[in-house]
């Protein structure tokens, strides 16, 4: 149930870079073994300040390492090589990679802010593509993929679903299945796309295609990474944030938090990724191109902030898909599991996500048998249905 995160975009804006930067994790991300999964899958972290600090004594993390008082919460990562326009339809072995993303939550869209790349991916002059085009193209492709997962044999079955009187949440949460909608965004989607419930066999194919594209803004949100913003500068990011408005472009240097991240593990400089600047603790073990290409990106990081490479999967996992982070323990006095473990696990949810539901995603045995949770600093209870606040310590009590 870890979430899913699915980088993409047209061949040679920098996916495999950032990928790359994302998972080069130098905290132990147990129960993985290390960060990457397969070629294009892997283990990013996300974030989040841990509240062992109010305890006034260290924790103990499980799953989620915690770093100078940083949590970092695990998420997956999924490269998916060269979308080009026409995907849909196969090109460049589009199926193949568009059914690689049935089963993420979010999209973070690779852009190359500088221009310097056509459709198919080859090297242009800068500023000959605007990268908002690639946003808008690759939207068309995701909603014509979800229009054909949707549209198959679509009359036959509407007909045979009216004839039953089944409701129309169900014949497509069927035809949806793998794709990961949450019944929720299902329903956001059929309110804002307004069909005429009681009888989809009536949809047009227009009709469709909105509630496609309704389903797929309620269910896979997205966020740009407008890339090699090194090569950029800030009226590049404003024209491309007004043309894709409200989907959210945030500036990225991926290769510079790449040589970063690296410089980090082999000693060479004082950086923990998402940091606004590095330090170099000795700058005479430098050899002059490794001075140099540090000085460029620390003019990079200076202009922008930061690499945003942090910066824009915490942007798609807090703010759009709009998620938590909570800490089940069994002693709400103490905060630790049954073997004193202090704040041993972070998971991530939705925030809307209700107290058994958490429960649930500890161990099914909580969730069937759950009477009510303590909060950890109030030690109200919290009933079964309610939400929990971010950063909760809670206690799970379930019926023996
Ligand atoms: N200037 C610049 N180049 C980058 C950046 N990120 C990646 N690149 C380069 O862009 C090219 C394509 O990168 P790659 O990650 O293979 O792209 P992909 O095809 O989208 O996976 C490589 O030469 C990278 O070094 C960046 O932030 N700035
Ligand atoms: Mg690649």
Redesign the pocket.
Known sequence: MTLEIGLV????????????ALTLLDVAMAPYPFTTLEPNRGVAAVRTPCPHAERGGPCTPGNAACVDGTRWVPVNLI?V??LVPGAHEGKGLGHRFLDDLRAADGFVQ?VDL?GATDAE?RPVAPGSEAPSREVLWLEEELVAWVSEILGRDFERQARSVELEGKKVEEFLAARLTGLSVAPHALAAALRTSSVDRAHPSHWTPDERRALARAILTASKPRVVAA?????AGDADRTALSEAIAPIPAVP?????ELTLRRAARAGLVTYRPGDPEFAVPDPARLTPPQAKALAALRATMRTWGGTGVQAVLERLVFDRLHQIVVYPVEDETHWTDGRGRVLPDALLVPADTPARSVAYRVHTDLGDHFVRAIDGRSHRAIAADQPLAPNAVVRIVARK
């Open positions: 975009g047209k061949p040679n804006v920098g996916k495999s870079t950032l990928f790359n490269d090589p060269g690779v500088s991916g890339n090699k913003c090194d090569r990225t240097a991926a290769d510079a």
